[in-house]
């Protein structure tokens, strides 16, 4: 009697004879760098901090740890953002596909929002559509990455910048913002770090994580450092015009006559809507300098092989931008300044913990622990597992953010559970304190 088995068929899958090799496992050299990059994560971290919490505990989570602003009902989206969804919607001419760099309608009205604060006008060609500024950043790594060359980062910085990088085998190097200088950027380093392979550098301004808000002559001065070295800039503005305190917010793309300037942004924060995933990137090329190297062909090219944005939201957002009131901006801008300056002056209360700046913009502060007052600390993810455990307070640890023994605060939020979050933070650091142990 025939078998209809071949020989290749008759092991099981496993060990011995006929057993088949699954190609599949060969994919694992290409996965080690993906749960490398995944596991620097934001949300990845928090997952980690967020696990010594008991859930069960008689008092509920404080969730002062990521960028989402909108569980609070006082950062609410301006109802006619809203509106503008609804009505894109009920249109029926939002229910295809969408071109590959966006609406075209869409495009104009972020080109013609930008420009508002520019001394030129941005054309509907300038601008690409992104699912979030996210999705922006991994464009732009993506497109400069070419072997052996290497991305200037901020340190602190956002985490998605150093993941991306080597997931894109893009290296990574990492110059200083200073604390005592309103974290400026140390443009000293920048040029130690700098190299004939250095392909950009990359400003986050108004900062995630650092809260800070560049004046016009330091953006001046790395504009000038950037032209020096020959390298373009990546300009994060993802928290354009979320400025609060003394310096107003001022765009990288002012200096595009001295240096090419890529904006990557978003309605995100402004509008208090990250999950609409609407993003852009802008290129700010007055001297076509990245037309020239074909960035935007690099740029189109790969927006042809992702996803783009939903297109009833890109639909929406002429609209969005056209009739949000200045008053609803006044008004984030004004709860935003004062839950940072309940943040800043109850952190100075806490012993163990020091803020070298108050912060001017964002949603964000940093403030450094000093592990030589907290006893049984070992160091930053130890205080925030800690803290999340015994007060039910989520922080981020620094080191997600390449600030080993500093913590993320973010102050977006109601003022009564702002105060109760840090007053919990206040009372951990005196449980802790080697004075009192």
């Not at 770090?193 to 809260?211: F, H, K, Q, R, Y």
């Not at 990137?281 to 007055?286: E, N």
């Amino acid at each position: 009697m025939r078998s209809d088995k071949s020989p290749e068929m008759e092991g099981n899958g496993g060990a011995g004879a006929g057993a088949t090799e699954w190609r599949i496992s060969r994919a694992s050299a290409r996965g080690a760098p993906l749960a490398d990059a995944g596991s620097m994560s934001i949300r990845a971290v928090l997952g980690r901090v967020f696990s010594s919490v008991d859930e069960s505990g008689p008092r509920p989570m404080l969730m002062l740890g990521s960028g989402d602003p909108t569980g609070c009902a006082c950062f609410r989206p301006p109802p006619e953002a809203e509106d503008a969804i609804v009505d894109a919607l009920r249109s029926g001419e939002h229910n295809g596909y969408s071109p590959t760099v966006g609406v075209l309608s869409a495009r104009r009205a972020i080109a013609e929002y930008l420009s508002r604060d520019l001394p030129y006008q941005l054309s509907p060609d300038d601008i690409y559509l992104t699912a979030g500024c996210c999705q922006a950043i991994d464009v732009m790594i993506s497109v400069l990455a070419q072997p052996g060359s290497n991305i200037l980062l901020p340190k602190p910085g956002f985490p998605l910048y150093e993941s991306r990088t080597m997931f894109s085998n893009l290296e990574a190097r990492h110059f200083n913002l200073i604390p005592d200088r309103g974290w400026e950027a140390d443009l000293e380093s920048v040029e130690a770090l700098a190299d004939e392979n250095t392909v950009a550098m990359v400003i986050v301004n108004p900062s995630n994580p650092c809260g800070s808000v560049y004046s016009h002559d330091h953006l001046a001065k790395i504009a000038e450092t950037a032209r020096k070295l020959g390298i373009i800039i990546i300009a994060d503005e993802v928290y354009d015009h979320l400025a609060f305190g003394n310096k107003p917010f001022i765009p990288m793309g002012i200096f595009a006559d001295m240096v090419p300037v890529i904006t990557v942004g978003s309605i995100s924060k402004r509008w208090l809507v990250p999950g609409w995933r609407l993003g852009w990137i802008a290129m700010c090329d007055l001297n076509c300098i990245l037309k020239e190297a074909k960035v935007d062909k690099s740029i189109e090219s790969y927006i042809n092989i992702t996803n783009d944005p939903a297109t009833f939201i890109q639909g929406a957002v002429p609209q969005i931008i056209a009739n949000t009131k200045e008053d609803y901006f006044m008004k984030i801008l004004n709860l935003l300044r004062n839950s940072a300056d309940l943040c800043y002056s109850k952190i100075k209360e806490a012993r163990g913990i020091t803020c070298p700046h108050k912060p001017e913009g964002s949603m964000f502060v940093m403030a450094k622990l000093d592990l030589s007052c907290l006893d049984g600390i070992q160091d930053d993810l130890d205080f925030c597992c800690m803290l999340a455990k015994e007060e039910s307070v989520i922080v981020l640890p620094g080191s997600a953010l390449g600030m080993k023994d500093w913590i993320r605060i973010t102050f977006a939020m109601d003022i009564p559970t702002l105060e109760n979050a840090l007053e919990r933070i206040t009372s951990f650091c005196q449980r802790h304190d080697k004075l009192e142990a």
